[in-house]
């Protein structure tokens, strides 16, 4: 079940959709971090597979900041002008926006029945707030995934992996086999930055899947890679929140 929501952040009012499960309830708040396409029905069939898991899953635009914009699929690069803009998007919603919008994003979960601490998991762009969400809030979120997330451990100031010390969440990190956005280097130095910050986590890279394999409406879709992506995202939740 899908409602329509609108989320007070420090910069504005982001668009988002709480889901709940088809029946039964849900306590448990899961962030998924959407990629770099935006919200959209490929998303919202996510959102809804979380919460039929027994989650109350919110999906947040990311992009509000230069909202309205699109909307677009997983195939939006092939036009120029929308990979354009998706890039501009990307380009100008920074880690730390997203950071500062994620404390409106959790509340947002509470003020929808979550209770106690929050789950989080990210795809593509997402991947890397969702480490990000983590090690900024501690307290409240206590498992954190990415699939297929890029530049989680760059040379960049904001990279994620900068902050895994400050991470206290388990951490389930799922690596496409070919993704320019997050090369072996940068897995090595993920690995190394979660295990001097002492974060109970797992890498594990799906040899044979391209980036974006998990999403539905991306070109590189493999529906038996994203079964097994769900596999174990739902079995790792289900370990942190029994």
Known sequence: MKQDIEITTQDGTAKGAIFRPSSGEAKTGIVLYMDAFGPRPALDQMGQRLADAGYIALVPDLFYRFAPYGPYTGNAFSDKA??????????GTSQEDTRRDSEAFLDALAAAGAEGPMGVVGYCMGGGRALTAAAAYPERVAAAAS??????????????????GDIRARVYIGVAGVDRSFPPEQSARLAEALRVGEVDHVIENYVGFNHGWTVPDHNTHDPVGAERHWKRLLAFFREVFA
């Open 82 to 91: 929308s990979g354009e803009q998706i890039m501009k998007m990307l380009n």
């Open 147 to 164: 699939f297929h997330g890029g530049g989680l451990a760059s040379e960049a100031e904001d990279s994620p992996h900068r902050r895994a």
